[in-house]
């Protein structure tokens, strides 16, 4: 069938396109979502080991990895409202002050 | 060529268009948009994998809970284009190559590796969801009631956070 090889390049490939979006974006919003996206690439080198060694482990890795997400990206939209409450602005360039 | 080979082919090829698409589009709402698909491809990949239940998780929490979030927060601020200065463009080239390194480095990584790995998958003979959830509430119990304290602590956080200050 399918070597867990492809899978794991696959993973490599999604996880480089997310460092990239990570460095090219401008926008806070963007920038999150590109966090997001490394994330479920390695949430899929994560099912692909499991199911090469024929253990469950990290089927459960990747369900705690979702939970950590969705608190991360509750906490991190509410500091990215407040963030563009404070600067009237969503550029990362515009925050580069400690204190307005 | 199976059946299973081109269906790994095209929901990869799913996958890595909407990551390109998500750095190439100006408008976040249509990088949100682009996420989504990723994250389909990824649910299919995973059933591909027979891991039925992070499938079903992945696209009610993450297609569904998390990019609603997104996409309603998005609206809120009422984002737009995003603009680039001279000295973003600038920072890109660096970027650029890092991000290339660090790709040509994980790829040397597993082309070393991987050979205790090549045995061929056989999708759909294992992972049940009864396993899994024996797995979490016996070997994992620890971490899984840490996770609920984790999110108490998130939600708790994001409303004290997004509350206005009081005049």
């Known amino acids: 069938m399918i070597p867990t090889n492809y899978y794991i390049v696959l993973s490599a490939i999604l996880f480089g396109l997310g460092v990239l979006a990570f460095i090219f974006k401008r926008n806070i919003i963007s920038i999150f979502m590109s966090i997001e996206l490394m994330l479920n690439a390695v949430n899929l080198a994560f099912v692909a080991f499991s199911q090469a060694m024929h253990k469950l482990d990290g ?29 009237q602005s969503l550029n990362v360039e515009r925050v580069d002050l400690l204190k307005l | ?46 059933l591909l994998l027979g891991a039925e239940f992070v499938a079903a998780v992945q696209i009610i929490v993450y297609g569904g809970a998390i990019m609603v979030l997104f996409v309603f927060v998005i609206m809120l601020l009422n984002a737009g284009i995003e603009e680039h ?81 009081k005049a």
Request: hydrophobic residues 60%; charged residues 10%.
């Open chain 2, 85 to 165: 200065t001279n000295f973003s463009k600038l920072a890109g080239f660096p970027g650029l190559l890092l991000a290339f390194a660090l790709t040509g480095f994980i790829a040397a990584t597993i082309a070393r590796s991987t050979d205790t790995v090549q045995a061929a998958s056989q999708p759909g003979n294992m992972a049940s969801t009864r396993d899994l959830s024996t797995m979490i509430f016996k070997d994992f119990v620890y971490p899984f009631e840490l996770t609920s304290f984790l999110i108490l602590v998130a939600v708790l956080g994001a409303i004290v956070l997004a509350q206005r200050e």
């Open chain 2, 1 to 46: 060529m199976t059946a299973p080979l081109i269906i790994f082919f095209v929901l990869a090829a799913l996958a890595v268009g909407g990551a390109l698409s998500l750095i190439f589009q100006k408008h976040p709402i249509h990088s949100a948009l682009s996420l989504i698909v990723v994250m389909v491809a990824l649910a299919g990949l995973y």
């Open chain 1, 59 to 87: 089927q459960v890795f990747v369900l705690f990895v979702i939970v950590v997400a969705a608190a991360e990206a509750a906490v991190g939209l509410a500091i990215i409202i407040l963030t563009a409450r404070n600067r």
